[in-house]
């Protein structure tokens, strides 16, 4: 943390605000004394320039395409650990050794096993219910049936979520395709989802795959996702509530959303005849609503690291299962036409994380409507290393302010005078 501040008069009192830097040389003001100093309050709509928090558990550099888990590369470790690795790393800040992983998974294996009676819970909810809102009520409705503090930060709770959510979707997309749910089978977390999910034993490219994407979606820092976990979490809601906003912040379509309609997309292309050209128009043009999804980042403006990885995934895995999937080819059209189009390349629009994942969702057999159910299965571990560094920290509870331009006050009239 540095000593220098920037100093300005302000309604002639003299306002000091310290700068901040991070370990990565990341600047900011600190305003935390500005409103009670002078009365004024910053504006800053969708939050493009403020930093809700300090946080020791990602780094995220926009510019350069750099993307860090607690001081580790996200290529580093999608090559070299595993998703419950990288889990334990993301909440504990370690690295686990073998001992503390096989405790780590056991526990979170052992809350894969729903309480009694609640799979009746989630076979009340309509099946073409969209997965996202099944998970979001399964999950906040399964706060019910544990006893104990459910907001206190400890191992278990935390365990208890994470392991929830793994049973819970491997749960809906059986429910969505009218299936019985299975037991755990207690072989590995991402094995025996895939197992539950599906009725039969993966092979290691499959589970290898899956394991690569959960890694890549673990944590982005502030996304709307977490912050949204880190503002539920703040006024001390119980952690099934506070992951539950989390989810349904997900779901939207400019966030995690975005994974289910890039695969409708790239169908909706191929069905059209293929004509990508006609698509970059659609995009291009002011006048329709069209996005390109999967395009475009608020915060990596050069590439986004997570996409090259997943790029390079979606070839490996189509290769192994002997897939010829077009949806592929159409994308990677479509990735070429963009980044040589100047309104892309103008606006620093590249392929982003969802671009390419729901290519190898689709090749492993899941629906595109399962898509951000499993981009939470990863994200999980992030939304809860975030909800314990809130908390641990003691933050106060989130409340951003406002600057109000309603009418002044008026006096009340009765309905017969109107
Ligand atoms: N297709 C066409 N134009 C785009 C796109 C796109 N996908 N994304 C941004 N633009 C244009 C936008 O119209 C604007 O143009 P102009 O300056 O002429 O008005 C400019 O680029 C800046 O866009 P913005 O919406 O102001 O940028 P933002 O930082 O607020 O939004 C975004 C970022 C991700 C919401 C946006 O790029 C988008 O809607 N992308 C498609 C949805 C998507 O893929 N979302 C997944 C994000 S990655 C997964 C995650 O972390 O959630």
Redesign the pocket.
């Known amino acids: 943390m540095s000593q220098e501040s920037l100093s300005f008069q302000l309604d002639g009192k003299n306002i000091k605000l310290p700068i901040v830097v991070g370990t990565e040389n990341e600047k900011a003001l600190d305003i935390t004394q500005l409103r009670s100093d002078s009365g004024y309050i910053t504006l800053d709509s969708?939050y493009k320039n403020t930093g809700a928090t300090s946080s020791a558990i990602t780094f995220l550099n926009g510019e350069q395409g750099i993307l860090h888990y607690r001081g580790y590369d996200i290529a580093d470790l999608a090559n070299n650990a595993t998703f419950t690795e990288v889990s334990y790393l993301i909440i504990h800040g370690e690295l686990p050794s073998a001992e503390q992983l096989k405790a780590y998974e056991a526990n979170l294996l052992q809350y894969t096993q729903l309480p009694a009676g609640f799979e009746n819970v989630q076979k009340a909810i309509q099946p073409s219910t969209h997965p996202m809102a099944q998970l979001a009520s399964a999950l906040c409705a399964l706060s019910g049936y544990y006893d104990g503090d459910l907001a206190a930060v400890t191992d278990d709770n935390i365990a208890k979520v994470i392991g929830s959510l793994q049973v819970l979707v491997a749960n809906i997309q059986r429910h969505i395709n009218h299936q019985e749910f299975l037991p755990s089978t207690g072989k590995g977390f991402v094995k025996d989802f895939l197992t539950r999910a599906f009725g039969e034993e993966p092979n290691d490219i499959i589970v290898d795959a899956l394991d690569k994407l959960l890694i890549l979606h673990v944590d982005?820092e502030q996304?709307c996702s977490t912050s949204t976990v880190r503002i539920v979490g703040s006024s001390k809601a119980n952690i099934f509530a506070s992951v539950t906003g989390g989810i349904v912040a997900l779901w939207g379509?400019?966030?995690?959303g975005?994974n289910q309609q890039v695969l409708e997309m790239l169908e909706a292309i191929k069905a059209d005849g293929g004509n990508t050209d006609k698509f970059i128009e659609k995009?291009k043009d002011k006048d329709d609503p069209f996005?390109?999804?999967?395009?475009?980042?608020?915060v990596y403006k050069n590439f986004d690291p997570r996409a090259k990885i997943i790029k390079r995934a979606s070839d490996n895995v189509l290769n192994h299962l002997g897939i010829n999937d077009k949806t592929l080819e159409i994308a990677k059209r479509l990735e070429e036409v963009a980044l040589t189009d100047e309104y892309f390349i103008s606006?620093n629009?590249y392929p982003?994380?969802?671009f390419y994942s729901g290519i190898i969702y689709k090749a492993l057999g899941f629906p595109s409507s399962m898509f951000t159910t499993l981009f939470a299965l990863g994200r999980v571990s992030g939304w809860l290393a975030n909800w314990k560094e809130m908390r641990d920290r003691k933050e106060p509870i989130g409340r951003p302010r406002q600057v109000y331009t309603g009418e002044k006050l008026r006096k009340y009239v009765p309905i017969n005078e109107r």
């Open positions: 969708g982005h996304n379509p400019l966030h995690g975005a995009a996005r390109l999804m999967g395009f475009g980042h608020r606006r629009l982003n994380v969802d």
